[in-house]
């Protein structure tokens, strides 16, 4: 490869693995690697190292520079970006622990963690005016209720943090050692207001001081200490994504990561978020110098992994009940972001696969074979369609319905209380009831995309066009069900690995090899494949029909809660 030629480095670590992925200037993955990070689950309360994370994440950089037969020179600028979850660190950057049990490794509250309900509950109680740039309510899973938690629940440890971060902030300031905040994480996860900088320019390239705190909000939910030197805990500068941090790498970073001091750090996204980046230019035909600002505001990407975030943009703010948002910048500055989610998807399909009697068999076939599981259930429901004579796959479940809300309801309903709901249950425990289950939980979990999808356009946005990316968007029945069910075209990226196409999209803006986020989106994503709905009418009317169902089943279960309520009065 020549030297002038620039390669830009993403890293994401999720919910079970560290990953690193190197792109050139046309986004075009080079080579990736991952690494399994720990995780620790009791009850409601899952926890994570950022210790063991930073170990992962630099054997994983390392193993995709060698992949890639690229040297370390070659990279111009890199980019972190990381589920949601909550790091907490003392004044030296160690690890304080988050955890019941004392570990002072587990400093990390993750993304998906429910201790934090009763505390989310009752910051809502207090209607503050912050609520309403995040669909009305904060959720547990965001920062604010986890810190609280915290502060109740182990004081010792409240006293020694000296910075609570996002995981994806965290990975920045410890590669860089500047603890500016990205705009994404905090204005998502932390009701920072992102707005107070509207007068601002990504161009512009400035940190800015963090003026979009509620003193107030903080005050009123008893985490006033938080406001102690003009916030240092929660963050006294932002920037926008991409914005590059400090002097680059520091040579201890440096090399931990097999990297070269100095390399530019963009500004960090959330995981989710950099899948947006990295694929919602991916439009077939675009014209990449087409100055209409408006196209992409029709637009929502699904970002479909162990959950499923749901996000779209438009020009103006749009308040919609039980949606997360509006978000100024925090995905692409200087839009609005709207963010759906479901909190559970691969972690559902996942779950309802393990927890059958059939799931150990399929598990062992599909690996003597060399293939998904998933993708031995697509082919068993084909053969099943045949044998039954069903006018098309998706009829098999007509008396089998899902309420995917296993892990509670985080869009539209915003209730996370819900519970998962089955209807048409037998004693049947064949390879053939979990195949069917399987399609019915994969229906569901569309349902409930079409509902977040209804619901955003009921309420101002003009979504027509979906994409598609994470680990779900390699599945062939996931996408096609969904593109049914919705009944819009789904394009999927040409690049896989978008959430790390993301990330290296901050590298690239770091390095000044772009001057924005969006024009380092039209240069580096690019389409791949696209999935239509079906043109057969009865497809259709055959999912309308599926879908009051499902509406029904929540509205069931809140009288249900009702009744059994009563009953305990």
């Known amino acids: 490869?020549?030297?002038?030629?620039?390669?830009?480095?993403?890293?994401?670590?999720?919910?079970?693995?560290?990953?690193?992925?190197?792109?050139?200037?046309?986004?075009?993955?080079?080579?990736?690697?991952?690494?399994?990070?720990?995780?620790?689950?009791?009850?409601?309360?899952?926890?994570?190292?950022?210790?063991?994370?930073?170990?992962?994440?630099?054997?994983?950089?390392?193993?995709?520079?060698?992949?890639?037969?690229?040297?370390?020179?070659?990279?111009?600028?890199?980019?972190?970006?990381?589920?949601?979850?909550?790091?907490?660190?003392?004044?030296?950057?160690?690890?304080?622990?988050?955890?019941?049990?004392?570990?002072?490794?587990?400093?990390?509250?993750?993304?998906?963690?429910?201790?934090?309900?009763?505390?989310?509950?009752?910051?809502?109680?207090?209607?503050?005016?912050?609520?309403?740039?995040?669909?009305?309510?904060?959720?547990?899973?965001?920062?604010?209720?986890?810190?609280?938690?915290?502060?109740?629940?182990?004081?010792?440890?409240?006293?020694?943090?000296?910075?609570?971060?996002?995981?994806?902030?965290?990975?920045?300031?410890?590669?860089?050692?500047?603890?500016?905040?990205?705009?994404?994480?905090?204005?998502?996860?932390?009701?920072?207001?992102?707005?107070?900088?509207?007068?601002?320019?990504?161009?512009?390239?400035?940190?800015?001081?963090?003026?979009?705190?509620?003193?107030?909000?903080?005050?009123?939910?008893?985490?006033?200490?938080?406001?102690?030197?003009?916030?240092?805990?929660?963050?006294?500068?932002?920037?926008?994504?991409?914005?590059?941090?400090?002097?680059?790498?520091?040579?201890?970073?440096?090399?931990?990561?097999?990297?070269?001091?100095?390399?530019?750090?963009?500004?960090?996204?959330?995981?989710?978020?950099?899948?947006?980046?990295?694929?919602?230019?991916?439009?077939?035909?675009?014209?990449?110098?087409?100055?209409?600002?408006?196209?992409?505001?029709?637009?929502m990407v699904l970002v479909c992994g162990t959950s499923t975030c749901h996000m779209a943009v438009s020009k103006t703010k749009l308040f919609i009940p039980g949606v997360w948002g509006p978000f100024w910048s925090a995905m692409i500055p200087e839009y609005w972001l709207t963010e759906g989610g479901q909190s559970a998807t691969g972690a559902l399909m996942d779950f309802i696969v393990q927890s059958h009697v059939a799931g150990p068999l399929f598990a062992n076939r599909a690996a003597s074979q060399s293939v998904s599981l998933y993708e031995l259930l697509n082919k068993m429901l084909v053969l099943i369609a045949q044998e039954q004579n069903a006018p098309f796959v998706a009829a098999l479940t007509d008396d089998l319905h899902v309420l995917p809300d296993f892990h509670g309801n985080r869009s539209p309903i915003a209730d996370p209380k819900s519970k998962g709901m089955i209807s048409g249950l037998t004693l049947d425990t064949s390879e053939k009831s979990l195949a069917l289950l399987y399609l019915a939980t994969i229906q569901g979990i569309a349902y409930g995309t079409r509902h977040i999808v209804e619901h955003c356009n009921s309420h101002g946005h003009k979504i027509n066009t979906l994409l598609a990316c994470g680990g779900l968007a390699k599945n062939s029945l996931y996408i096609q069900e969904h593109a049914d069910i919705i009944g819009f075209p789904i394009i999927l990226p040409r690049e896989n690995e978008s959430v790390l196409l993301g990330a290296a999209v901050l590298g690239a803006v770091a390095s000044k090899k772009h001057n924005t986020i969006r024009s380092a989106m039209k240069a580096l994503n690019a389409p791949g494949q696209v999935i239509y709905p079906s043109e057969d009418p009865k497809v259709k009317k055959y999912h309308d029909a599926k879908y009051k169902i499902f509406r029904s089943l929540y509205e069931q279960q809140l009288s249900y809660r009702s009744i059994m309520a009563q009953a305990l009065s």
């Open 1 to 299: 490869m020549a030297s002038s030629a620039a390669v830009f480095l993403g890293v994401d670590v999720g919910t079970g693995s560290a990953r690193a992925g190197l792109f050139d200037e046309q986004g075009k993955l080079l080579g990736s690697a991952s690494s399994p990070i720990q995780i620790w689950k009791e009850k409601n309360c899952i926890e994570q190292s950022s210790t063991d994370i930073w170990h992962a994440i630099c054997s994983a950089v390392k193993s995709a520079l060698s992949r890639s037969n690229i040297s370390r020179e070659e990279i111009s600028g890199l980019g972190f970006t990381a589920t949601c979850s909550l790091v907490g660190v003392d004044g030296e950057g160690e690890p304080v622990s988050v955890s019941l049990s004392g570990d002072a490794r587990r400093n990390i509250i993750v993304w998906m963690d429910h201790r934090a309900i009763d505390q989310a509950d009752r910051i809502n109680e207090k209607n503050s005016t912050v609520l309403q740039f995040c669909g009305g309510k904060v959720s547990p899973e965001m920062q604010a209720p986890k810190m609280l938690w915290v502060k109740e629940n182990l004081k010792e440890s409240w006293s020694m943090v000296f910075r609570w971060m996002d995981l994806s902030d965290w990975l920045s300031y410890r590669a860089t050692g500047d603890d500016t905040r990205s705009l994404c994480t905090t204005v998502c996860k932390w009701t920072y207001l992102g707005h107070a900088h509207m007068a601002a320019k990504e161009t512009e390239s400035l940190s800015m001081e963090a003026c979009g705190w509620d003193d107030e909000f903080w005050e009123e939910i008893g985490l006033g200490d938080l406001l102690e030197a003009h916030h240092a805990k929660i963050g006294r500068s932002v920037a926008f994504p991409g914005h590059p941090l400090g002097a680059g790498l520091t040579p201890t970073a440096a090399k931990e990561l097999g990297l070269v001091a100095g390399t530019p750090v963009g500004t960090s996204l959330i995981d989710a978020h950099a899948g947006g980046v990295g694929v919602m230019e991916s439009i077939p035909n675009s014209n990449p110098n087409s100055q209409d600002e408006d196209e992409i505001c029709n637009r």
